[in-house]
């Protein structure tokens, strides 16, 4: 289980993300899974086959009528209504919460690959887009992360670093849990000069059993990662 953020709500290793919510709407407005489909520009077999994987995670969620004399249709069920709502409040937290913060970490770059710099801070090494070679080797930098992009996985079940884009991992232990309705803002003490915030559901938070004690694993991608000359 991992608690990053990107607006999604999970069940059983389903994750219900801006696209879904999309095509209930879409379902909702023009009373018909086929029409929703080809509103969004998506196959009618592919929307069907995604709503048979959301309907076999969340529960039932469209009810079909076939012919009569209204034609059929398809219309949304209370739990689909539901659903979208808290994805809804989900989102809206989300934005009031982040604007969006950042960790900031000093550091010192200690390689280039094109774009890409590793820098050397105290919590380890971390890949970062540095810009076309305005931080040269052995400049003293801050690495700038935003609390949106990491992700928190209990330690046993991170993936393996070739496993995974984000490359970028640090192990810490959890120092606050700040919560809201839907998302809560998590602080990692990572062993550097600053410690690591991240923005996570309050499903994963639960899940996690986050609280101030727990070690976690926390990753970042280096494309969300930026190096600046300090």
Known sequence: MDAGFDAHLRADGVAFDADDAALLSAVAESGSLNRAAESLGRSYSRAHARLTDLEDAFGPLVERQRGGSGGGGSELTDRAEELLARFDRLRAEFTGTAEVEETVLTGRVVGREGELATVETPAGRVRALAGDA???????????????????????????????????????????VERGEAVARVVVDVDADAPLAALVTMDSVEKLALRPGVRVVASFKATATRATPE
Do not use: C, I, K
Request: aromatic share 2%; proline share 7%; net charge negative.
């Open 134 to 176: 305005a931080v040269p080797e052995a400049d003293a930098v801050q690495v700038s992360v935003r609390a949106d992009a990491v992700t928190l996985h209990a330690p046993a079940d991170a993936p393996a670093t070739d496993a995974t884009s984000a490359r970028n991992r640090f192990a810490g232990e959890v120092a606050s």
